[in-house]
Antibody, heavy 122, light 107 residues
Framework: EVQLVQSGAEVKKPGESLKTSCKGS????????IGWVRQMPGKGLEWMGI????????RYSPSFEGRVTISVDKSINTAYLQWSRLKASDTAMYYC???????????????WGQGTMVTVSS | DIQMTQSPSSLSASVGDRVTITCQAS??????LNWYQQKPGKAPKLLIY???NLETGVPSRFSGSGSGTDFTFTVSSLQPEDFATYYC?????????FGGGTKVEIK
C-alpha cells in the first residue's frame, strides 16, 4: 500500500524548535515530489513548499521561505519540516503529500499523510 | 503568485441535487487545475486532476471542466457522503496555490 505516515501531535512553547517527519512506503520514494501544506484552525489549505527526494531540489512558497526548513533523508524514505523558533501563529495542522507526477515539476497531490497537529502556546 | 478564487464559499444542497462550484484563476493556467475533497478531521483527497481527469476510485458523479482562467467542478447527484469542503489548486506556476474552499452543507 502506498502511504505517507506523519509523526505525532506536538505541543510547544513560543521560541522552541521542532522537526516533524513524513515517512513514505509502498512506492519509489526518491521519484516523487513531497509537498507540505498548512491548515490553520478552521481555515483553508496553504502550500508551504516541496522537495524532490531524488536530488533534494527544494522549492518554497514565498510566504514560508525563511520561516521553515524542508529536508529529506532518502535512505529512510522520510521528509521533514522544521522550525527553529516557533510562534503562536504556527499553530496548525501540517500535511505532507505526494505529487502524482514524477517529473521536473509537481502537479496534483494524490497521497496525503494523516497530518501533524502543532500547537504553540505559552 | 496566481490567485485562485472559488465560489461560492458555501452552499446548502439536498441529496440528489446537482452541485456546481467554480474556480477562477488570476491568469491563464491552461488545464493545470486539480480538485480535492476534505471532510472534517481528515486529510484532503484528490478527486480530479488536470481539470477533468477522475482519480482512480472516485465515483463518476464527480466531474470537472474548463481551461485558461475559468473552471467548473460538478457533482451530478449529491450523495450523503459528499457533504464536505472542496478546494481547487493550480500547478501552472510555483507557488502552488489553492482556492479558498467551498463548504457543501446539507439543506
Amino acid at each position: 500500500e502506498v502511504q505517507l505516515v506523519q509523526s505525532g501531535a506536538e505541543v510547544k512553547k513560543p521560541g522552541e524548535s521542532l522537526k516533524t517527519s513524513c515517512k513514505g512506503s509502498g512506492y519509489r520514494f526518491g521519484s516523487y515530489w513531497i509537498g507540505w501544506v498548512r491548515q490553520m484552525p478552521g481555515k483553508g489549505l496553504e502550500w508551504m513548499g516541496i522537495i524532490y527526494p531524488g536530488d533534494s531540489d527544494i522549492r518554497y512558497s514565498p510566504s514560508f521561505e525563511g520561516r521553515v526548513t524542508i529536508s529529506v533523508d532518502k535512505s529512510i524514505n522520510t521528509a521533514y519540516l522544521q522550525w527553529s523558533r516557533l510562534k503562536a501563529s504556527d499553530t496548525a495542522m501540517y500535511y505532507c503529500a505526494r505529487s502524482r507526477r514524477h517529473s521536473d515539476s509537481p502537479d496534483a497531490f494524490d497521497i496525503w499523510g494523516q497530518g501533524t497537529m502543532v500547537t504553540v502556546s505559552s | 503568485d496566481i490567485q485562485m478564487t472559488q465560489s461560492p464559499s458555501s452552499l446548502s444542497a439536498s441529496v440528489g441535487d446537482r452541485v456546481t462550484i467554480t474556480c477562477q484563476a488570476s491568469q491563464g493556467i491552461s488545464n493545470s487545475l486539480n480538485w480535492y475533497q476534505q471532510k472534517p478531521g481528515k486529510a484532503p483527497k484528490l478527486l480530479i486532476y488536470h481539470t477533468s481527469n477522475l482519480e482512480t476510485g472516485v465515483p463518476s458523479r464527480f466531474s470537472g471542466s474548463g481551461s485558461g482562467t475559468d473552471f467548473t467542478f460538478t457533482v451530478s447527484s449529491l450523495q450523503p457522503e459528499d457533504f464536505a469542503t472542496y478546494y481547487c489548486q493550480q500547478f501552472h506556476n510555483l507557488p502552488l496555490t489553492f482556492g479558498g474552499g467551498t463548504k457543501v452543507e446539507i439543506k
